[in-house]
């Protein structure tokens, strides 16, 4: 379903080129849980980025579903991105202003799907994260790990064939964490999607399929 094929990413950092990543490669199936894990600063949320198509690689490609998401242009990528990944990200990223309900409909919205199928699936995805009754509530009337469920029933919301993580669980408690995990897990089962997310968490490591570990851009195998 997911495969990245010798990825390297470079930066400019002043007058140098800082490597990113180096030369990364793996491939994932549908029900595939995949951890990435790593220090800081060692390219997690790049390799993310990349797999996302928010980012093109220096080198390397990345195909989702045989479709090269690295050869597209900007609207080609946010297009497929729509379609077929959903990302969650450390902060949620709910859209402050809007209830639940609307963060959840919203990328339904930019895909112009009729009334009433936006409301059943809204409403479904709600249930499936247990927040029906907070439909109405803003992100700021919610608690972090209410609100990262939210974030994960707005990244569902398109069926997608992928659901990346970054670091979903960075800001929450342990036990919020562990609720939030093991909704991801459930929806993985669930949806047939593949997981793919870093973590500093052992206990998602515990969980996934495949555990990938980066150390200054590289993978260790
Ligand atoms: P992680 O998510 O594992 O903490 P990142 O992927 O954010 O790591 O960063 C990997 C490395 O790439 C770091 O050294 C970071 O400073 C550098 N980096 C990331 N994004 C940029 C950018 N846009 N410009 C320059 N350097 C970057
Ligand atoms: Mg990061």
Same mark, same amino acid.
């Given at each position: ?30 029900? #595939?849980?995949?951890?990435?894990? @790593?220090?800081?600063?060692?390219? /997690? &949320? ?5 797999? *996302? =198509? ?69 409403? #479904?995805?709600?249930?499936?994260? @247990?927040?029906?009754?907070?439909? /109405? &509530? ?5 608690? *972090? =790990? ?76």
């Amino acid at each position: 379903m997911i495969q990245v094929h010798e990825v390297s990413q470079e930066f400019m950092v002043g007058n140098s080129v800082h490597l990113a990543l180096q030369n990364i490669t793996f491939a994932a199936a549908s029900g #595939d849980i995949v951890a990435i894990m @790593g220090p800081s600063g060692s390219g /997690k &949320s790049t390799l993310l980025n990349i797999i *996302g =198509g928010l980012l093109t690689p220096t080198r390397g490609s990345v195909s989702i579903n045989g479709v090269k998401v690295s050869s597209l242009n900007d609207n080609e990528a946010s297009a497929l991105r729509r379609k077929l990944i959903g990302f969650v990200f450390q902060n949620f990223n709910l859209i402050p202003v809007l209830s639940a309900y609307a963060n959840v409909e919203y990328p339904l919205l930019l895909q112009e799907r009729p009334p009433r199928e936006r409301r059943e699936r809204v409403m #479904d995805l709600l249930q499936k994260v @247990g927040l029906e009754k907070y439909a /109405k &509530s803003l992100p700021s009337q919610m608690s *972090g =790990g209410q609100q990262q469920r939210i974030a994960i029933a707005r990244a569902l919301i398109s069926n997608p064939k992928v659901l990346l993580g970054d670091e979903p669980t960075a800001n929450l408690d342990e036990r919020t964490a562990r609720e939030v995990i093991d909704l991801m897990l459930r929806l993985n089962v669930d949806l047939g999607a593949c997981l793919i997310f870093s973590t500093h968490d052992q206990r998602v490591a515990d969980v996934a399929s495949r555990v990938c570990r980066l150390h200054n851009g590289a993978m260790d195998s």
